[in-house]
């Protein structure tokens, strides 16, 4: 299994980032979800997305501003309006075999390696 993670980059506080993650294996059956890592302090939950696409779930600081999506290959994270607190490696997450794994590090057993987001 592999995922591997794409979109970052250096933009100015209040544009936009898009994300892409690619999954290996039955991506189908995997819940899935992004988080993030500033430097100092540990890996948050950014946003999560179930089987199927209709459940979604926000950290607070996201809600609004971010939008987790899917397709049947590739997952997405939409960031927009963003700001110096949002610099900070991006992580991707996969579950396969499993409808739900909301914003818990633990739910989740395959990672990407990350892509650098930088805010000025």
């Known amino acids: 299994v592999q995922l591997v993670e794409s979109g970052g980059g250096s933009v100015q506080a209040g544009r936009s980032l898009r994300l892409s993650c690619v999954v290996s294996?039955?991506?189908?059956?995997?819940?899935v979800a992004w988080f993030r890592q500033a430097p100092g302090k540990e890996r948050e939950g950014v946003a999560a997305i179930a089987v199927g696409g209709i459940t979604k779930d926000y950290a607070d600081f996201a809600r609004g501003r971010f939008t987790i999506s899917r397709d049947a290959s590739k997952m997405y994270l939409q960031m927009d309006t963003l700001n110096t607190n949002d610099t900070g490696v991006y992580y991707c997450?996969?579950?396969?075999?499993?409808?739900?794994?909301?914003?818990?590090?633990?739910?989740?057993?395959?990672w990407g390696q990350g892509t650098q987001v930088t805010v000025s």
């Open positions: 294996g039955s991506f189908g059956s995997a819940c």
């Open positions: 997450a996969a579950e396969f075999n499993r409808p739900w794994g909301a914003l818990q590090r633990r739910a989740y057993t395959y």
